[in-house]
Nanobody
Framework: QVKLVESGGGSVQSGGSLRLSCVVY????????MAWFRQAPGKEREQVAS?????RFTISRDSAKNTVYLQMNSLKPEDTAMYYC???????????????????WGQGTQVTVSS
């Protein structure tokens, strides 16, 4: 059974850091495109990083633990959102940036950044 379990969210002040974790059950992360998305209230879900591409935040994976991480530094209030781990059955994430590209999702972990 496929299951993605996120953790590591919480409340931090602006400028702080958090590391999110996504433990995966049911498939090997080394064989899938893995990504992190976020969704703030009233906004669309957006990708923040994938295994093939990251931006402000750094994605990494530990195949031995079958876990994907998202290191978030210099957090801002606008980073406040629910963060989701996602996967799709391809080995590359090239051009896969929309939520509908992904078919496995975690339940999310809340990140709140205060000013």
């Amino acid at each position: 059974q496929v299951k993605l379990v996120e953790s590591g969210g919480g409340s931090v002040q602006s400028g702080g850091s958090l590391r999110l974790s996504c433990v995966v059950y049911g498939f090997m992360i080394s064989r899938r495109c893995m990504a992190w998305f976020r969704q703030a209230p009233g906004k669309e879900r957006e990708q923040v990083a994938s295994i093939d591409s990251d931006g402000r935040f750094t994605i990494s994976r530990d195949s031995a633990k079958n876990t994907v991480y998202l290191q978030m530094n210099s957090l801002k209030p606008e980073d406040t959102a629910m963060y989701y781990c996602a996967a799709v059955s391809t080995t590359t994430c090239a051009n896969l940036i929309q939520p509908y590209h992904f078919n496995s999702w975690g339940q999310g972990t809340q990140v709140t950044v205060s000013s």
